[in-house]
């Protein structure tokens, strides 16, 4: 912000101030009829984009440059003295864009929001932690991701936020890079419907709205001076596909690109994926945001389609403002980024109704934390039935590890939601456990059984105790961060270690796994039972032990294979940048020669064995499929799904597809599920309609999706796996 601009400022809002109005500055500024006839830009029945238009056909050139860029990390002591001054404190988020709040346009306040808000310990807040979003995105429904965006988008407003930084959605190419737990997993179909679903629910609750990192942020090490290289037919089916998806479905108001490059230009500046792919084809439209730090330069930048910079204003400053005058940057171009700012505050209702602060209720996040959980947790092997535990019949249980009496870990970097106890909150790079504990869940289950715990630090004492008892528990984690990636699968802190010899010394042992990615399992063959259960949020402890004791019965499916070992991975080590070389240019380059083979497709064209599917998972019921009927034209797929068990259950029912030989393609691509449930011995007839452009494959010379003539087969079943129906149809 110049200081030209803000004696004007602060008159206005010290027009509000002392006119007593209250509930911020826009809404004192915001509608009225006699406001609506001054400005007609708050005349609500105009289109977003009309609205725009007005409010630009007011602004200076200072406004519009100020518009364009952050104030720093908008941290109270970070802003500008005149923005302190003019009371545009910003809430704690880490970025801040200042309309023309004279015009009566809100600033956009932004915090990082993955699962759950960013630094509210900072802040004297409080936040929901949800379950990581890779363990949401093992429920595989499109309600629960509903609700996860709701309850954030909520808990935003309340805290005074107008833009949410989150609706990761890059693909799992990488199981190893350290914000897997923050993306959905390694199908586009998957991550790109329930990321879209998500955006879609946050953004109704009148904020701006986010899907990131646009595009290939597959790894975190040298994240911004990696130069990911593909194709474009492989890159159009796998990582631009799920993010295509997910606009389609939640209408994101704004689009973070990201740090790395693709193809020889950084994310932020590259025209094909920002203005040909995202705005033209995709018809975007909103606002391309930087990652912080992530724009490289004004006129290339400004050019490809980057509407604004964040946190600082390195590039679209002064810098911009002198290629304007310059005549270097047209003002149409400069007036295009600010147009789709304004039409996204119009579009998302940050104008008519911005945000007021207020104490959110910890209890309703509390259950729709444990709701989404519940869902989530995947169930990978019961051997025996050891699981569900029979409360009324248990007479002693082992518990071990993972602190396990005290709660569930938390995925760390900028998506760190603070917990409640923790001593340093907010501290970059410290683990995180949400204390709600899995052991004192388990207990209040089943009062009259003894339980012990040890910490599994002493692996001889946790044997001892593991024999001892009927039933061992033993609960492991895998910590993961932005900025770092795993070195490998395996568990860390010699856990594979104590569970080995716990697993021998007892085999009705359960492992309960909190990780936010693949991890492999050298004691697998041993172990009796196994349980997924993620990053699993503020409620984690009493959803584990709710599927635990069959309260509840799991339906969570992979998001992601489960390898064998790092070496059936596409590259068996994640490349590194070169040492000694600055940050700020792209200094290695990354081939993923995969293509568009992701995760399963990847291990089904190689011929790899794995230890779990994607999309698998068990029930404490069984499910049959029959009665295929695929439509003439492939649109949709029926069939009889019947609960044959004791027990009611919700079936995730998947729909893959082979494409005809002309794709060229030896894997199947999933094209669509439903997740249904059925009362024991129930029925139902299913219908799944497919995905037409899961069903397609890009046409570099014609620059379009297009469906192959052939035969093209379907496959019905519980995982990637299993297809106990099979069925075809031509094109
Ligand atoms: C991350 C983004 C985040 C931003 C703001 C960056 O380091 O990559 O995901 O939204 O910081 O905190």
């Not at 490059?261 to 975007?284: H, I, P, Q, R, S």
Request: charged share 20%.
């Amino acid at each position: 912000m110049k200081l030209s601009n803000v004696s004007g400022l602060l008159m206005v809002v010290l027009s509000i101030v002392t006119g007593g109005v209250t509930g911020g500055v826009a809404g004192g500024v915001a509608g009225g009829v006699a406001g609506a006839q001054q400005k007609p830009w708050q005349n609500k029945s105009l289109t977003a984009e009309k609205r725009a238009e007005l409010v630009l056909g007011q602004m200076t050139l200072d406004e519009k440059i100020t518009f364009v860029h952050g104030e720093g990390m908008a941290h109270r002591g970070n802003l500008p003295p005149e923005m302190q001054a003019a009371q545009l404190l910003g809430n704690g988020g880490v970025g801040l864009a200042v309309g023309p709040v004279r015009l009566g346009i809100p600033v956009i306040d932004m915090s990082d929001a993955a699962y759950g808000i960013r630094s509210s310990a900072e802040n004297g807040r409080y936040s929901t932690a949800l379950p990581s979003n890779v363990g949401s995105a093992a429920s595989w429904d499109p309600a629960a991701a509903c609700a996860y965006g709701a309850l954030i988008g909520k808990e935003l407003r309340a805290q005074g936020f107008g833009m949410t930084l989150a609706g990761g959605t890059n693909l799992t190419r990488e199981p190893r890079n350290g914000r897997t737990f923050e993306y959905m997993g390694e199908d586009p179909l998957l991550a790109g419907t329930l990321v879209g679903n998500r955006i879609k629910c946050e953004g109704e609750q009148h904020l701006i709205s986010d899907i990131k990192h646009y595009a290939m942020n597959d790894q975190e090490s040298g994240r911004t001076s990696v130069d990911a290289h593909i194709g474009e037919r492989a890159l159009r089916e796998s990582d631009l596909l799920a993010f295509q998806i997910g606009v389609k479905v939640g209408d994101p108001k704004a689009v973070m690109c990201s740090y790395n490059g693709l193809n020889g230009d950084y994310a932020c500046e590259n025209k094909y994926l920002l203005t040909d792919v995202l705005e033209k084809e995709w018809g975007f439209k909103g606002f391309v945001v930087s990652d912080w730090g992530g724009t490289h330069s004004t006129e290339k930048a400004s050019a490809a389609g980057l509407d604004m910079e964040q946190p600082g204003d390195g590039f679209y400053g002064k810098k911009l403002k002198d290629a304007v005058q310059a005549g270097r940057v047209p003002m149409a171009e400069l007036d295009e980024h600010v147009r789709r700012i304004l039409r996204s505050e119009f579009a998302s209702g940050l104008v008519d109704d911005p945000p007021h602060k207020s104490l959110v209720d910890p209890q309703t996040g509390f259950d729709v934390a444990r709701r989404i959980e519940e869902q989530s947790i995947v169930l990978l092997k019961n051997r025996k039935e050891l699981l569900p535990l029979e409360a009324a019949k248990l007479k002693s249980v082992a518990v071990i590890g993972g602190r396990a009496d005290y709660g569930t870990i938390s995925g760390g970097g900028s998506a760190q939601v603070d917990a409640p106890g923790d001593p340093s909150p907010g501290k970059w790079g410290h683990k995180v456990w949400f204390p709600n504990s899995p052991l004192e869940a388990m207990k209040a289950k089943a009062p009259e059984a003894t339980f012990t715990f040890s910490a599994g630090d002493d692996i001889a004492a946790a044997v001892a105790a593991a024999k001892s008892a009927e039933v061992a528990v033993v609960f492991a984690w895998q910590w993961e961060s932005e900025g770092m990636d795993l070195p490998n699968l395996s568990l860390p802190e010699g856990q594979d270690k104590l569970i080995a010899a716990v697993v021998a010394a007892n085999p009705r042992t359960v492992v309960v796994l909190e990780t936010g990615t693949a991890v492999t399992m050298p004691w697998l063959e041993q172990t009796g039972a196994l349980v997924e259960a993620w990053y699993a949020g503020s409620k984690g402890g009493d959803a584990i032990a709710n599927v635990l004791f069959g309260d509840v019965n799991p339906s969570g499916k992979l998001p992601m294979t489960f390898p064998r070992s790092e070496t059936d991975l596409p590259r068996t080590t994640v490349a590194q940048p070169p040492k000694g070389v600055p940050p700020g240019k792209l200094s290695f380059v990354v081939d993923y020669t995969e293509g568009a083979k992701v995760g399963y497709k990847w291990y089904e064209a190689e011929k790899k064995a794995v230890l779990f599917p994607f999309g698998y998972g068990l029930s404490y019921t069984q499910f049959q499929y029959s009665g295929l009927k695929v439509s003439a034209d492939g649109t949709e797929v029926r069939f009889t799904l019947t609960n044959s068990g004791q027990r009611k259950g919700a079936e995730v029912a998947e729909v893959y597809a082979m494409l005809p030989d002309a794709a060229g393609e030896p894997w199947k691509r999933l094209v669509g599920w439903q997740k249904v449930s059925l009362a024991a011995g129930e029925s139902r007839e299913v219908r799944v309609a497919t995905e037409g452009l899961a069903m397609s494959v890009w046409d570099e010379a014609a620059k379009k999706f297009v469906k192959p003539a052939g035969v093209y087969k379907v496959m019905v079943g519980g995982s990637s796996a299993e297809s106990p129906l099979e069925g075809t149809f031509q094109r």
